[in-house]
């Protein structure tokens, strides 16, 4: 069984965490449209193409942000792990747990894509909350039974074996020649169109369905590994805590690119290169946001990004059910028509994230939060 520190453990919650969570929520909650907004107003109209997420194969700004929001779950466990054993919880308990957690988030997955209209002849089966909690939960069990080198050993595994697999199993009565990274020639894409009866995000593909589950389950690890380092040797932050997430960046990184020669980076299809080199800037991100916030104590700043990361899965599904654009309209609408036209765009787009953070804002103030 993994091993835990002998000494009782101390209770802590990473401010840099919650911080980047919030960072990388932002872009969710209306910043990828800010953003853009912006760069349009001021003639760079094609600015979208390169910062929202890449066509097929390559990598743009916006393909990090759903591998880091699971690389910081990821983060968090370790720490929770610990709690949960501090009050007496057998990792029987714990292996529970995990199910319930991931068995709930693949069900407000499946209300995002439209569950309660009972439509289920046309539900999209996959979704971004879905994958989070059935690779969450499989990571969280390897970690309860594998100690850190049996558990690289099944990341390394995961990842040759995808690749070797993606290369070898093609998907059946594609055209020749056969391409295995392409919506057409890859098995998981084939599995997506066929069992699915076609509902798929894509016409050819759908970018949380079969062909990334596994390399998604390793983003999640990595994940945990980054909170290994932090809970080495006690709470303390510590810039050499800081220095060793930097080189497991640097090092994912290296090796995602390497990979790329042969596997293309491709966040549709999660592929091995992608989730290294996105594995590589999560590493990066949260060493940064590590070192500012929790080492040198520097934390003013982040109260803006706490509020929205403390409750990062709430503006996720609160975007789905409440008007957040007609309030937004009713309070900026006249303000925004007031300013030229290529900057009105930019006005409701503040409008819109100051709507969703005073939401936010509220219930952070009487300290609800929405606990999966």
Known sequence: MNSENKETVKTVRLASLDALRGFDMLFIMGGEGLVCAIAAALGFAEFHEAFGHAKWHGLHF?????????????????????????????????????????????????????????????????????????????????YLVFGVKARLGIAVAILAGVTVGTIFITAPGAAAPVDPFSPEGNFGCWLDRTLTGGH???????????????????????????????????????????????????????????????????????????????????????????????????????????????????????????????????????LASLFPEAWSPVVLQIGYIAVCWLFLYFLHRKGVYLKV
């Open 62 to 142: 916006m393909d990090i942000i759903f591998p880091l929001f699971l690389f910081m779950a990821g983060v968090s466990f370790p720490f929770s792990l610990a709690k949960s054993r501090e009050r007496g919880l057998g990792d029987g308990r714990i292996a529970l747990k995990s199910l319930k957690r991931g068995l709930i988030l693949v069900l407000l997955g499946l209300c995002c894509e439209k569950l309660l209209s009972f439509n289920f002849a046309h539900l999209r089966v996959w979704s971004v909350l879905g994958r989070i909690g059935i690779a969450w939960m499989v990571a969280s069990w390897l």
């Open 200 to 334: 798929t995000y894509r016409t050819l593909f759908d970018p949380e369905g079969f062909a990334g589950i596994l390399p998604a389950i390793v983003t999640a690890m990595l994940g945990m590994f980054a909170g290994e380092v932090v809970r080495r040797g006690g709470s303390a932050a510590t810039s050499r805590k800081a220095l060793d997430l930097f080189s497991c960046g640097i090092a994912s990184l290296v090796l995602g690119f390497a990979l790329s020669l042969v596997f293309p980076i491709n966040k549709a299809l999660w592929s091995p290169s992608f989730t290294l080199v996105a594995g590589g800037i999560s590493f990066l991100l949260f060493a940064l946001f590590y070192w500012i916030v929790d080492v040198l104590n520097f934390r003013r700043w982040t109260f803006f990004f706490t509020v929205i990361g403390m409750n990062s899965i709430t503006i996720y599904m609160a975007q789905r059910v409440i008007g957040f654009r007609v309030a937004r309209d009713f309070l900026f609408g006249g």
